[in-house]
Antibody, heavy 126, light 108 residues
Framework: QVTLKESGPVLVKPTETLTLTCTVS??????????VTWIRQPPGKALEWLAH???????SYKTSLKNRLTVSEDTSKSQVVLTMTHMDPMDTGTYYC??????????????????WGQGTLVAVSS | SYVLTQPPSVSVAPGQTARMTCGGN??????VHWYQQKAGQAPVLVIS???GRPSGIPERLSGSNSGNTATLTINRVEAGDEADYYC???????????FGGGTKLIVL
């Protein structure tokens, strides 16, 4: 059974750094077809992709947030960590991690986010 | 950057067919995924790679993608289908993942 669970602070102050952990089970982060992605959702608004890390260690970041985001993994703990610096009230929202599962195509490999965590709500306020 | 455009809402009576669109430049050349998000819950994958149905997703849901528009179709709409629906693509040239703004399906 594939599960993902986000954990981290409920409240952070402006300018602080947010650190979120995604703990996975039911699959291995070292499986060549796997990856983990981070997505957030401000209250009442749309989903927004933030970053992902693939099993080969390749990382990608949303261009407009690239300078603030870092994604890393600890495969021994089955965890993926997202850090976001210089938090602002506009960063308030629910943060999700999801499993990325690869499908191979003639011109390459693409992923779909097939299992999601329940999300964790982060508020940014002084 | 690549932009996906979805209508804010679609209303349909129970038993009818709902069609939700996702517009993007030459989106027909990309793979589109669709996610359903019910109130207070995490998103769930309902259509993968334009028209694939993950295990457990009813056949009433289908997807298509051509030209500049991808479409999620729900036949015989039920009250339980009321949710927000998001389309998603992976813009491989810029290595960016993009979501549409979401469509709220309202079952009258």
């Amino acid at each position: 059974q594939v599960t993902l669970k986000e954990s981290g602070p409920v409240l952070v102050k402006p300018t602080e750094t947010l650190t979120l952990t995604c703990t996975v089970s039911g699959f291995s982060l070292t499986n060549a077809r796997m990856g983990v992605t981070w997505i957030r959702q401000p209250p009442g608004k749309a989903l927004e992709w933030l970053a992902h890390i693939l099993s080969n260690g390749r990382k990608s970041y949303k261009t407009s947030l690239k300078n603030r985001l870092t994604v890393s993994e600890d495969t021994s703990k089955s965890q993926v960590v997202l850090t976001m610096t210089h938090m602002d009230p506009m960063d308030t929202g629910t943060y999700y991690c999801a499993r990325m599962f690869a499908q191979y195509w003639p011109d390459g490999r693409e992923y779909v986010d097939d299992f999601w965590g329940q999300g964790t709500l982060v508020a940014v306020s002084s | 950057s690549y932009v996906l455009t979805q209508p804010p809402s679609v209303s349909v009576a129970p038993g009818q067919t709902a069609r939700m669109t996702c517009g993007g430049n030459k989106i027909g050349s990309k793979n589109v995924h669709w996610y359903q998000q019910k109130a207070g819950q995490a998103p769930v994958l309902v259509i993968s790679y334009n028209g694939g149905r993950p295990s457990g997703i009813p056949e009433r849901l289908s997807g298509s993608n051509s030209g500049n528009t991808a479409t999620l179709t729900i036949n015989r709409v039920e009250a339980g289908d009321e949710a927000d629906y998001y389309c998603q693509v992976w813009e491989t040239s810029g290595d960016q993942v993009v979501f549409g703004g979401g469509t709220k399906l309202i079952v009258l």
